[in-house]
């Protein structure tokens, strides 16, 4: 039997566009208590007033995932205005179109690995010791296929995205039996504001057959309704025509 979303407490980081957006909305229209985060305030209240009209809620708080004392601070947020936390979606990720190793440098590298992973790291940390307390918790955290096999989207992106996996499969062995259960969505190509940041956008006949950030939500809400006794490690989700 799947587990109902109705006033579980999900808190989305990197909801300001594409797959973080489309799952905070999901999430929320399916009546979940939803804190939404992301860096850019302007977009955190498009969102919202966007769902308003819909006549749906959710809360928002404006926070660079990759400031650990900003994570600490947007979980103890969402605990003290939401409740505590069942559902953390880490959505964030960044890449750049200087991407190759003859182009790295030591700044670009930084910035990609501190956004897409060493961010998970300090939301997950912020959030663990409160669901060890209550004996629960569902962390999923959106990786991509380049974490899974060689492709031409950098050093940085490639290593950064197969350390997520890492983290979280470390995480689920480590938590386990704390209740604590982690799962590692790797989509194929996605139409998001990301494709921007390519040195060379796909085709428009490409981005017809890739898949949209709702569909990638889909796939979060489907892994979070599964009872508590079913833990999905990892999976892919990619175009199927591509």
């Known amino acids: 039997m799947l587990v109902p979303i109705e006033n579980q407490v999900v808190l989305v980081v990197g909801a300001s566009s594409g797959i973080g957006r489309a799952t905070a909305a999901l999430f929320a229209r399916t009546g979940a208590r939803v804190m939404a985060s992301a860096r850019r305030s302007e977009r955190l209240l498009e969102l919202k007033e966007s769902l308003a009209h819909e006549g749906r809620t959710l809360e928002t708080l404006a926070a660079d995932a990759a400031d650990a004392s900003q994570m600490e601070h947007l979980v103890r947020h969402t605990r003290a205005h939401l409740g505590e936390i069942d559902l953390l979606v880490f959505a964030t990720g960044t890449n750049v179109p200087d991407r190759s190793m003859m182009r790295l440098t030591t700044e670009i590298w930084d910035m990609v690995v501190s956004v897409n992973l060493n961010a998970a790291y300090y939301v997950t940390r912020a959030a663990l010791p409160a669901m060890r307390e209550r004996g ?83 796939t979060v809400l489907a892994v979070a309704r599964l009872p508590r006794r079913v833990c999905v490690p990892e999976m892919q989700v990619v175009p199927a025509y591509l």
Not at 162 to 176: D, M, N, Q, T
Not at 181 to 207: F, H, M, Q, Y
């Open 136 to 218: 629960a918790g569902h962390l999923i955290y959106i990786s991509s296929v380049s974490g899974l096999f060689a492709d031409i989207s950098g050093a940085a992106y490639q290593a950064s995205k197969r350390g997520l996996l890492g983290l979280a499969h470390a995480i689920r062995v480590e938590e386990k039996e704390n209740g604590i259960r982690t799962c590692v969505i790797c989509p194929g190509l996605v139409d998001t504001e990301l494709l921007d940041r390519r040195p060379v956008k796909p085709s428009a006949e490409t981005l017809a057959k890739a898949l949209l950030p709702e569909d990638v939500a889909e």
